[in-house]
């Protein structure tokens, strides 16, 4: 199988601090994780790709300095909310993807609830 | 730029029988993967199926069929014989080439089972 999981599943914190959230691929190695984003009731949105021992690639208006990626090892990829604001409120979400299981499928961790007072 | 279009904001259906959620996607490249993911209430993303542009049949995963019309550019999902479990979000998916790359999303339906 291929596990992704997530911690914190659900976080608050203060405006002003920061957060990491940390996905994990619990049976695999993933070279490569993504990140989103999904405000309520909308669609995910793809935030940065994670790629292990390199600089994350980030999406088009998505703030490198505020949102910061690090993919350490082949099972660990953190994203770290820096001076959180309550606008950054937001259901984050990881996955990964394994080409030697074969399948073509993206892992999806739980997700991260995240919300700033 | 790849674009998933997902029309149907909301469905009912009754237990025990089929429904189609509705997917058009757009793109430039020869070589991409349709996906389709399920999102319940607690927030998690359950892969469901995948079609690859260059497949020649439509993919199949017990209940769940995917209508694949390449020249109309469209990836239905059929699920048949709905149960009360059915019940989410479900999400139209697409990447580039083979699957491993990040995944554009279309905005969504919500389907609701009815007993």
């Known amino acids: 199988g291929a596990v992704v999981s997530q911690h914190p599943s659900w976080v608050i914190c203060k405006s002003g601090t920061s957060v990491k959230i940390e996905c994990r691929s619990l049976?695999?190695?993933?070279?490569?994780m993504f990140w989103y984003r999904q405000f309520p009731k909308q669609s995910l949105m793809l935030m940065a790709t994670?790629?292990?021992?390199?600089?994350?690639?980030?999406e088009q208006g998505v703030e490198k300095d505020k949102f910061l990626i690090n993919h350490a090892s082949l099972t660990l990829s953190t994203l770290t909310v820096t001076s959180a604001h309550p606008e950054d409120s937001s259901f984050y979400i990881c996955?990964?993807?394994?080409?030697?299981?074969?399948?073509?499928?993206?892992?999806f961790g739980p997700g991260t609830r995240l919300t700033v007072t | 730029a790849q674009k998933i279009t997902q029309t149907q904001p909301g469905m009912f259906v009754q237990e025990k029988e089929a429904v189609t959620l509705d997917c058009t996607y757009d793109?430039?490249?020869?070589?991409?993967?349709l996906f389709w993911y399920k999102q319940p209430s607690s927030g998690e993303m359950i892969f469901l199926i995948y079609?690859?542009?260059?497949?020649?049949q439509n993919a199949t995963e017990g209940r769940y069929s995917l209508n694949f019309q390449k020249a109309r550019k469209s990836a239905n999902l059929v699920i048949s014989a709905s149960q009360l479990g059915d019940s989410a979000m479900y999400f139209c998916?697409?990447?580039?080439?083979?699957?491993?790359?990040?995944?554009?999303f279309g905005i969504g339906t919500k389907l609701q089972v009815i007993p």
């Open positions: 996955s990964a993807s394994n080409p030697r299981l074969g399948t073509y499928e993206q892992y």
């Open positions: 049976d695999f190695q993933a070279t490569t």
């Open positions: 994670s790629n292990e021992g390199s600089k994350a690639t980030y």
């Open positions: 793109t430039s490249d020869p070589s991409y993967g």
């Open positions: 079609q690859g542009s260059y497949d020649q």
């Open positions: 998916a697409m990447t580039k080439g083979g699957g491993y790359q990040k995944v554009t």
